[in-house]
């Protein structure tokens, strides 16, 4: 005998499992941070949210053995980094994926009725296309999960991913649930889940991501006006709150080795009161070294404490 799997599984792996609308659109872009995305741009619209990135993309054969196999993680597997990396500070570290259950694409479903997944590699010719409706799944719990279609197809349509790349992954989810609105209060609690995902000591832009929301645009005007904070705003780049606490309210002391010179500095509160090179005769053996030691004062740890609730 085998086990049969009902088409009510996919509630069970999405909408009651990951319980609100932050933690899904958490796990999407963790996602295209796994596939070596560098930008990702979140949109909201009337009734459509668009996940873009610029990630490594999926081959048609990617989305019909991997993105449609339920449970499947490339990750776990081994598979994930056997092409179409991007030149990252990932790529130059021992890395841990951010995701790696092979679920977190029904997050999808959590925040919409349809999904269009539009993707493409860098050795692909065409954007391969595949359209999802996750309501034919709740029409009748008998029916097998693998016995209902996805309709998929091939476009040659100049679509654009972010920063122009040749490759990436785009998801455009449309059936929002009428009683669960994306308000601006709504946003702003999301922009703050995803700042975890910034690197705060991080002075390259290594991962962006971007929220974009028209009908937002003339109130972020009336908050910049006031001077408001800029997790106070909806629309732009997010920046981890904490860096410009380290920036304004610490003292810190930079090391960098580069070749035979040691350099040091030490920055008070953001402004520069020490620097000094020397040679470096007792660590040879190092190279491209960084330091970066951060003092906090009892406000600056009052702050970061307040960040992190």
Not at 69 to 84: C, M, P, Y
Not at 110 to 121: A, I, M, P, Y
Not at 187 to 202: A, D, F, G, T
Not at 278 to 285: P, Q, R, S
Request: hydrophobic letters at 35%; glycine letters at 4%; one cysteine or more.
């Amino acid at each position: 005998m085998r086990f049969k799997i009902s088409s009510a599984l996919k509630d069970l792996i999405g909408k009651d499992l990951i319980v609100n609308d932050n933690i899904a659109i958490f796990e999407l872009v963790k996602n295209s941070y796994d596939a070596y995305a560098t930008k990702v741009e979140i949109k909201f619209e009337e009734d459509r949210i668009i996940i873009a990135d610029n990630g490594k993309g999926m081959t048609f054969d990617d989305v019909r053995n991997k993105w449609l196999f339920l449970g499947f993680s490339a990750k776990k597997d081994g598979s994930e980094d056997n092409h179409g990396k991007n030149a990252s500070y990932r790529d130059r570290i021992k890395r841990h994926y951010a995701g790696a259950k092979g679920i977190g694409r029904f997050s999808c479903d959590r925040l919409g009725q349809r999904l269009v997944l539009s993707t493409k590699n860098e050795t692909s010719s065409k954007i391969t296309q595949i359209f999802v409706d996750w309501s034919e799944f709740e029409r009748n719990q008998r029916t097998e999960f693998a016995e209902i279609e996805i309709e998929y197809k091939y476009i040659d349509a100049n679509i654009h991913f972010p920063n122009d790349s040749n490759s990436g992954t785009i998801l455009e989810i449309t059936g929002l649930p009428a009683t669960d609105k994306w308000t601006r209060k709504k946003i702003l609690e999301l922009k703050r889940s995803l700042e975890k995902l910034i690197n705060p000591l991080s002075e390259t832009n290594d991962f962006q991501i971007e929220i974009i929301c028209d009908s937002e645009k003339d109130k972020d005007s009336e908050e910049i006006a006031n001077n408001k904070y800029d997790r106070d705003i909806v629309n732009g780049l997010l920046r981890n709150s904490i860096s410009s606490i380290f920036n304004i309210k610490t003292t810190l002391i930079e090391v960098q080795l580069n070749n035979n010179t040691i350099y040091t500095k030490i920055v008070d509160r953001g402004i520069e009161i020490y620097r000094i090179s020397e040679n470096n005769y007792t660590f040879a053996e190092l190279k491209d070294v960084r330091i970066s030691l951060y003092y906090l004062n009892r406000s600056a740890k009052s702050l970061v404490s307040l960040k992190k609730c």
